[in-house]
């Protein structure tokens, strides 16, 4: 149990790619269901969402009890068995959250499994309370189908970074509040289970410095991302360590992948907002913000192949498709149904797309829990 099998182990497989299609359609559907309200003496009333409740214990469970995902298998297995203290963890270059993590839950119970199930609450559930604390505005199922195809199933490998992306989720709502110094800490304790994550101060300041427009933005990120361009080589030539891997890896181009992604985005945002009448400038706002992060982060990772993961940092991407989604329902609910299927054949051709090409590279096929269960 948790041993890195050889790559030729981790094949493709139909059961299993049918098992994270039907964990991921039914992240769109059961948040929608079972919303109990429960009606306290003093008359106030508590909504239970059942559904949210059962889809957040399925996802917490296929990524706490799975035996897949290479840095799993590998470098974090082995950082949790050293983590009796802070000074004997295994690799110093880890951040401090994360050992401290650690080290704390292997001094109340030393096993891995209990481990992976801590982080896995800690990472799904930030994303399942933003999105409830949301829903008049944004869709849940939406929301949560959209963070499942999307997102988690690449975090069976890469729990540090994608633990850190949901704690950065926060960030983004302490913004729209407001709240600048909870959002900076927000970033620091983010930075504190992967540094990538101070990349955060990016939307940060493109928020705050409200006098400057989306062109603005879109001209300063365009020159920031030639000049790394130009410079990537001489940037990869100082990793060393864990991240000396990194170093002869070449530019894979300019990545037009990306833009596909993000494109129908975009239609969708700018025709919500031309028949809405009462789309907030704000969320209007952040909203070009975020997509254009994601879209500076995503064609970075081409550049410089590490901070290609860091892209998790534009997970807020989904609240802007449900808001999009759900001013043009109020303004036409047959359309509004029509790009929701449209949405959700989005979501499951991303999930698609990530499992083929990265199956074997993050070994996470065929799935398989600590119970020996192999799909």
């Known amino acids: 149990m948790y041993n890195l099998q050889p790559d030729v182990n981790y094949v493709w497989s139909i059961q299993t790619y049918v098992l994270f299609t039907l964990v991921t359609i039914f992240s769109f559907i059961l948040p929608n269901f079972w919303k109990v309200k429960l009606v306290r003496k003093s008359k106030v009333v508590t909504v239970v969402p059942i559904g949210l409740i059962i889809d957040v214990v399925i996802l917490v469970c296929l990524k706490g009890f799975s035996n897949v995902g290479r840095d799993v298998l590998s470098g974090y297995h082995i950082g949790f068995e050293s983590a009796t203290n802070l000074s004997n963890y295994s690799d110093d270059s880890v951040e401090l959250g994360y050992r401290v993590l650690n080290v704390i839950v292997y001094n109340i119970w030393d096993n891995y499994t209990f481990f992976l199930v801590i982080v896995a609450i800690f990472t799904v559930t930030p994303v399942a309370y933003v999105a409830w604390k949301y829903r008049q505005n944004c869709p849940i199922g939406i929301t949560m189908g959209l963070y499942t195809a999307i997102y988690y199933f690449q975090g069976l490998s890469l729990v540090r970074i994608y633990l850190a992306a949901s704690i950065g989720l926060i960030v983004f709502d302490k913004l729209i509040q407001n709240k600048k110094n909870q959002a900076i800490l927000y970033i620091i304790i983010a930075s504190l289970f992967h540094r990538s994550m101070l990349i955060l101060f990016l939307p940060y300041i493109m928020y705050r410095a409200k006098k400057f427009s989306k062109g603005i933005y879109t001209i300063i990120l365009i020159v920031t991302f030639f000049i790394l361009y130009i410079l990537s080589s001489k940037i990869t030539s100082t990793f060393s360590g864990r991240y000396e891997v990194y170093r002869n890896i070449q530019s894979a181009g300019l990545g037009f992948q990306q833009l596909i992604y993000i494109l129908p985005i975009v239609l969708l945002l700018v025709y919500a907002r031309k028949i809405s009448v009462n789309f907030s400038p704000d969320v209007y706002r952040m909203s070009w913000i975020i997509i254009i992060f994601s879209f500076f982060i995503g064609e970075l990772g081409y550049v410089i192949t590490i901070l290609g993961r860091a892209q998790v940092a534009s997970l807020p ?47 996470i096929m065929p799935y398989s829990t600590v119970w020996g269960w192999i799909f």
């Open 317 to 363: 991407v989904i609240f802007v498709v449900a808001y999009s989604l759900e001013k043009i329902t109020k303004r036409s609910v047959v359309l509004g149904e029509v790009i929701k299927i449209l949405t959700i054949i989005y979501g499951l051709v991303r999930l698609y797309i990530y499992l083929v090409q990265y199956y074997n590279i993050d070994s």
